[in-house]
């Protein structure tokens, strides 16, 4: 079997996630949980994952996300890789993406899943391609089918 990828996802992969049990980036949180690649994240990563997942718009929006899903969301991260985040020069047109673009620098990862114009603009970043949650589930799959 091939080396794992590495993976760094931008907060909407989570959120869709719990939004709706059967989507797209559902399915990927599940490949992440089966071993299928190799998650890396920080510790400002989480701490925005989470932020956006306690905020009251957002609860209120989408009342599927209880309490007892945001609470399981750092336990799941558990099994993730941990990286220390360097500064970066200012790169997305949103600055507060930033941290996903450090994160997969320090991480030296293979792909950004992201489902953020203000990434996916940029196609890729260093060594790391900056792609949809479809797009590397069709590359997960396609890896599968060679393995």
Request: charged content about 30%; glycine content about 2%.
């Amino acid at each position: 079997m091939s080396e794992k990828l590495k993976v760094v996802f931008d907060t909407q992969v989570f959120l869709r996630s719990l939004i709706k049990s059967s989507s797209a980036s559902s399915r990927l949180v599940r490949g992440f949980q089966e071993g299928r690649y190799t998650l890396y994240i920080a510790d400002e990563t989480e701490a925005e994952i989470i932020d956006v997942l306690n905020r009251p718009e957002i609860r209120t929006k989408f009342p599927q996300i209880t309490d007892e899903l945001v609470q399981k969301t750092p336990e799941s991260l558990k099994q993730a890789q941990r990286v220390i985040l360097e500064p970066i020069d200012p790169i997305s047109r949103d600055p507060k993406d930033d941290i996903f673009l450090a994160c997969a620098k320090a991480a030296q990862a293979d792909y950004l899943v992201s489902e953020d114009k203000d990434l996916l603009v940029l196609e890729s970043y260093l060594e790391t391609k900056i792609v949809n949650v479809i797009e590397f589930l069709t590359i997960l799959d396609d890896q599968s089918s060679k393995d």
